[in-house]
């Protein structure tokens, strides 16, 4: 949560709802609405640790709100964060660990835990394809994630399959 926080701050000062709404937009369905007590919490700590800054502003007709911009260093740490390689592949799956330790401790057939495994995968893919068909074609930042997301299910169940030919 902090990163994108920090991302938003440096095109423009926002208050947390702003910030929420505007990861929303950006991101649509396939993005995990934030909760906005998890936003004002981040922002706190943001702030305690010297990235942005905050101010209360007066509004004529609502309370205050407070409104935080970012700092040099949350530049600093925000530019390096972007230069960073995001994680690759996961090694260490839990799925995998399951598929190899559960049948050898005598909790469950190979078979049943691969046929859940692909039976949940679908059933996101399917949850998928009805956000990407409700998706405004013009939200592109929206409709990649989307489509990333369908991506690494279908290399997943391809994975399955070969699990399946291996280990069965």
């Not at 706190?44 to 990235?51: F, N, S």
């Not at 691969?114 to 990407?132: A, P």
Request: with cysteine; glycine share 8%.
């Amino acid at each position: 949560m902090r990163q994108p926080l920090l991302a938003l701050l440096a095109k423009e000062p926002a208050h947390g709802y702003e910030l929420k709404l505007a990861l929303e937009q950006t991101f649509g369905g396939a993005y995990p609405s934030p909760n906005i007590g998890q936003i004002y919490v981040t922002l706190k700590r943001l702030e305690q640790d010297g990235l942005v800054r905050s101010q209360d502003v007066e509004q004529a007709t609502r309370p205050n709100k407070r409104v935080y911009e970012l700092t040099p260093a949350g530049r600093e740490a925000l530019t390096a964060w972007a230069g960073e390689p995001s994680e690759g592949p996961r090694v260490r799956d839990e799925f995998f660990i399951k598929l190899v330790l559960a049948p050898m401790a005598g909790l469950a057939d190979r078979m049943e835990l691969i046929n859940k495994q692909r039976r949940h995968y679908f059933g996101i893919m399917r949850t998928l394809t009805e956000l990407q068909a409700a998706t405004d074609p013009g939200n592109t930042a929206a409709r990649l994630l989307i489509e990333g997301a369908v991506l690494h299910l279908q290399a997943d169940l391809d994975w399955l399959e070969r699990c399946q030919e291996e280990l069965v």
